[in-house]
């Protein structure tokens, strides 16, 4: 099955129904989309704004190899990451992972996969804008997000 992979990098947000007819359109081999959209949260009302920053050139690089291993792993015949950068607010979007697949499983698993490595392999830095005068944070990685991804190691 061939297999289209579309990542992108972008300041502005992204249409979830337009990406995914991308990966559908035309394609009477796909019987599953999964589709994982990741927004911004207020953090209990604390949270301004989440401000990204990515090395262009090496992000896109490196999501590229995590689509590659998610396409030698399962059977997909499409699959779109989407990355946000700049300045976003409380209830925008970040990012879009779809997978397109003949079965329910691998495109589950594909884009659980991406989002996993996404977390913790995609080299962007997130720096916390606080509402009032609150001193904001660069975001730390997560203990969480690497025993997430850890479960993908093969033996």
């Known amino acids: 099955m061939s ?10 947000s992204f249409d979830i129904e337009e990406e995914s007819s991308r990966l559908t359109e035309g394609r009477s081999d796909v019987g599953a989309l999964v589709t994982f959209t990741g927004y911004c949260r207020d953090e209990g009302g604390t949270l301004a704004a989440l401000t990204l920053e990515h090395y262009p050139g090496m992000a896109e690089a490196e999501i590229s190899r995590i689509a590659e291993e998610a396409v030698a792993r399962w059977p997909l015949s499409g699959l779109t990451a989407i990355h946000r950068h700049g300045r976003i607010v409380p209830g925008e979007p970040i990012v879009l992972v779809a ?21 913790t392999r995609a ?17 730390q990685a997560k203990a969480v997000d690497d025993a997430a991804a850890g479960r993908w190691q093969k033996p």
């Open 3 to 12: 297999c289209t992979i579309r990542i992108r990098i972008q300041p502005q």
């Open 99 to 119: 997978a397109a697949s003949s079965h329910r499983q691998a495109a589950f698993e594909a884009a659980s996969f991406m989002m996993d490595y996404l977390k």
């Open 123 to 139: 080299p962007f830095w997130k720096k916390e804008e606080r509402v009032g005068d609150q001193e904001g944070d660069w975001v």
